[in-house]
């Protein structure tokens, strides 16, 4: 696939890092695993999240949130997203065997999930500054890269990214992440690129603008009018992962059908059947959005009970060879 690159990717530092460019992928619960990654990397990301993963259930030894750790050390920059509202629980969580190769850690402080709101989690530690604080000189503490994810505020009234960015840079944090809607919009509206440029104008890390980004030109308006340091692609880089190639002119010929086979053989290399399956089925679901008299093969993409019968599905949907 050829792209042009566009004004104003680089690469990037993060404290002793440099991340070969400055457009981020998000973490994604149910999507950014070790093979996800791997390809966002390969198309240009210059950095990619794990899922989301809770302190508590790594404290407790949970299989499944262990299963959202695996790395090789092919992955060029590996980053764990932690959530958590225990100073202590997320400090030791840092410090800990269990993410001995990540080479960051980002704090989870956007989340707007009900259940994490309201358990003084994600995005609600936006308003416990003294909280949020204590978490990231915490997690410094381990020695590794810190970076932060967070939101412009809780509520439309009162947007406070700039205050939140300082607090964040005081504490030690090497990176922030932006996203431009508040808590009380999730994920719909158009996101306070205002706020991302006030908060860049605040502190002196580098500022990565997050929200509403769906296309090159989504990306470059995002950059010119914040300001930031780089961007971070969320669902879109699902749906597109050729993104990361068309903004940073990474050269890929691959078509998307070589692309998903390759991550199904990835996946089933590192993970057993059912969960190969099931990823396998959510990404060639979200790539195949835009792809016109596609909607006939869903039903059986999703009904699909073997990798046999996966492969020819996705081969079918994906069969023209177009990117």
Known sequence: MQSIKVSGIRPIRAGGLLLPSNVLMAPLAGYTCYPFRMLAYELGAGLCFTEMCSANALKYEDRATNRLLLTTADEPVRAVQLLGGNPAVMERMAKSAVLKDFDIIDINMGCPVPNVFKSGEGSALMQDPKRAAAIIRGCKRSGKVVTVKCRVGIREDELFA??????????????????????????DGKPHMEEIRHAKAAVSIPVIANGGIFSVEDAVNMMENTGADGIMIARYGLENPFIFSELTGKSC????????????????????????LSYMKKIASYMMKRRKGTKQYKQRLFASGSLGELREVIALIFADNRV
């Open 162 to 187: 700039a205050e939140f960015a300082r607090m964040c840079e005081d504490s030690g944090a090497d990176m922030i992440t932006i996203h431009g809607r508040s808590r009380s919009m999730m994920y």
């Open 253 to 276: 010929k691959k078509t998307a059908l070589t692309l998903l086979m390759e991550q199904m053989e990835l996946t089933a290399r590192h993970y057993e059947e059912t969960y190969t």
